[in-house]
């Protein structure tokens, strides 16, 4: 535990502003969206991963578990959402998306 | 020696995942997240957790960032059409990233962080059983319940994932079992 805690967290942080930055900037191709909020939650596991290491209690590596277990849910309903929608509409264009006028 | 170690680590994590946010091809945004999911198996590794850091590998890259890069082969985008109005959202996005980045950092910068001793059979520093075998003790135990719901939310994930892609096209030759068992 030579790794001081506080460099865990600056660099969770630093990972999950950037993809806040890669929803807001990437307006154009909806598959990058779906890789930032990847990134988002793995900025989310790398902060499980090491407050379980400082405390040295192993329940935060579990919930990395049910963490990674969520995300590959949503990665592939996401990425379904999307095949059928370039299907209908013939592109991934995020400003085609507008359908329900939102 | 760590510390340097963890320090190119996060560096090369923050440019590559820069770089995944602001590639124009996204088969390159793909393979710069895999360069970033590698990267922080490497340090899981640093804190003890061997375990996830080898399911990272396989769950994030063997299965989801393949998962990707199939969409993306599969889908025909046209790239020099992708990049037009990146400059219309990017004060608000600035806006947003930099107040989120700077109250995080600051309540960080501002905490410090009481070191509890917990009971010694949820110590993960003992050496004498492997992080693999502490995990499995209590995943299937104490959160079985999560795990068995855990389960069920991949069943639906799956189920929903078929459900949404299937479709009829006209034309292709089906075997319809209720009028085959009906033929005279």
Request: glycine share 4%; no cysteine; charged share 10%.
């Amino acid at each position: 535990m030579d790794i001081p805690i506080n460099y865990y967290l600056y660099l969770s942080i630093t990972i999950f502003t950037i993809g806040i930055l890669g929803v807001f900037l990437n307006r154009k191709n909806l598959i990058v969206l779906l890789m930032s909020i990847e990134l988002i939650l793995l900025s989310a596991n790398i902060n499980l991963v090491s407050f379980s290491n400082y405390y040295k209690d192993i329940t935060g590596q579990i919930f990395v578990l049910f963490t990674l277990s969520v995300s590959a849910a949503e990665a592939a309903v996401g990425l379904a959402i999307i095949v059928i929608f370039f299907r209908k509409k013939d592109s991934i264009h995020i400003d085609d998306i507008n359908t329900l006028k939102g | 020696m760590n510390t340097i170690l963890f320090f190119i680590l996060s560096i090369i994590i923050i440019i590559s995942s820069f770089l995944v946010i602001i590639s124009k091809n996204p088969i390159h945004s793909v393979l710069f997240l895999i360069l970033v999911f590698f990267n922080s198996a490497i340090l899981f590794l640093f804190s003890n957790a061997e375990f996830l850091a080898m399911v990272l590998l396989i769950v994030y890259i063997g299965a989801v960032a393949v998962l990707f890069l199939f969409v993306v082969m599969m889908l025909d985008i046209n790239i020099t059409k992708l990049r037009q109005s990146l400059l219309n959202y990017l004060p608000i996005g600035i806006l947003i990233g930099s107040i989120i980045f700077l109250e995080l950092f600051y309540v960080v910068s501002k905490s410090n962080f009481i070191f509890i001793e917990k009971n010694i059979i949820e110590n993960i520093s003992n050496q004498a059983i492997n992080n693999t075998k502490i995990i499995g003790n209590f995943l299937y135990t104490d959160y079985f319940l999560l795990f068995q719901l855990s389960g069920l939310i991949l069943l639906v994930a799956m189920i929903g994932a078929i459900l949404l892609t299937l479709r009829k096209r006209l034309g292709t030759k089906k075997q319809n079992i209720y009028k085959q068992i009906l033929k005279k």
